[in-house]
């Protein structure tokens, strides 16, 4: 197992480059990261395991993640572990235990005590040479370790995410991930949560609007197998999914961009009335197999304007004016001057 030091950097990470958008999970630029895959969280008589048995128990956690961080050494991808660990000192000086709801919860149930086994990893989770331990994270958020730098140093752009909690550290870090400009993949299967209702909240509602992705372990296994490289385009016959997993249509035709229109999907939708839906070619973030994947839920399609072709016109109407060409960028103010700050 290495702990190599990070170089730091504040650069972020990039979308792949256009011509390589069908490509789901490039070995060299996509890592794994398991959270919280401990004892206190996923072993019986662990401090959090009365609240986390039933979903990992329901999704088969333990063995889809060891399943694919197996899948993973092999493929050549990094596994990267982010852990929790808590000391007197961050409950005596940091006062960790007034922060938030969690961390009052974690405090009272004594989850996490640095060097306990509650803190451990999980026989069957334990990290490896060549895998990354991070930093203990003291929130939900991992990106507050020294995540942000291993991931510069190795070059990653694509970050799929699986461990625990739904709702809260995977979330979280799921978030903050996209935020920094990182292509983020939630492993539904691999993931468990305090209850039912915070698991099934996280996967169906926010997981798809905050990822490119929401997928099985299965399917990421399919996604990155050794094999030929799949083709990149999208073809007639191509299934089309929401970032939610749900399935929006087959795709009927795809329409090459013009000097009027953008490139777009024609997905028939509707049983009995069939209505097309006219899919911009760049709302499609990721492929399996004949699986397309668009970077939108299946819930809000229906609400989006794709009742038409997407025309250049209303492609440039959507970008909005030109920075210079604001006067005022909220309006009736513009942002509060900071000194050192300069806002347009």
């Known amino acids: 197992m290495t ?13 792949l480059p256009k011509e390589e958008a069908g490509v789901s ?3 060299e630029r996509t890592a794994l990261l398991v959270i919280d895959p401990v004892n206190d969280f996923l072993s019986e008589g662990g401090a959090g395991w009365e609240l986390t048995k039933k979903t990992v128990e329901m999704n088969d956690v333990i063995a ?15 596994v990267l572990f982010g852990p929790m660990a808590y000391t007197e000192e961050d409950y005596a000086n940091e006062q960790l235990q007034r922060r938030s709801g969690i961390n009052r919860l974690m405090f009272e149930r004594k989850m996490f005590l640095a060097g306990s086994w509650g803190a451990d990893f999980h026989p069957d989770l334990q990290p490896r040479d060549g895998d990354t331990v991070l930093l203990p994270h003291k929130s939900c958020d991992v990106f507050t370790t020294d995540l942000p730098e291993h991931l510069q140093r190795m070059g990653i752009t694509h970050l799929v995410i699986a461990g625990m909690t739904a709702n809260l550290c995977c979330e979280s870090t799921g978030r ?5 400009g990182f292509d983020v ?6 993931i468990g949560a305090a209850s039912v209702p915070e698991y099934e909240a996280a996967i169906r509602l926010n997981f798809p609007l905050i990822a490119n992705a929401v997928v099985t372990v299965d399917e990421f296994l399919a996604a990155i197998a050794d094999s030929p490289p799949a083709r990149a385009d999208v073809q007639a016959g191509d299934t089309v999914r929401g970032s ?23 997905v028939p939708r509707g049983i009995i009335f069939h209505t097309d839906t006219y899919i911009p070619l760049d709302a499609v973030a990721k492929r399996s197999g004949t699986d397309v994947f ?3 839920p299946k819930l809000v399609v229906g609400t989006m304007p794709w009742s038409e072709p997407p025309s250049q ?14 006067r005022k960028l909220y309006g009736s103010h513009s942002p509060s001057a900071h000194e050192g700050v300069s806002h347009r």
């Open 3 to 15: 702990q190599s030091t990070p170089e730091p950097s504040s650069a972020s990470a990039t979308y």
């Open 25 to 27: 999970f490039p070995p």
């Open 64 to 78: 889809h993640l060891k399943c694919v961080i197996e899948a993973a050494r092999a493929r050549g991808i990094q």
């Open 176 to 180: 903050h991930a996209m935020e920094a």
């Open 185 to 190: 993949t939630f492993l539904s299967d691999a």
């Open 244 to 266: 939610d997993h749900g399935e929006i249509g087959t795709v009927e035709k795809v329409v090459a961009a013009t000097e009027q229109t953008e490139g777009y999907l024609i």
């Open 294 to 296: 668009i970077n939108i």
């Open 313 to 326: 016109n209303e492609r440039q109407a959507k970008r909005g004016p030109r920075a210079k060409e604001v």
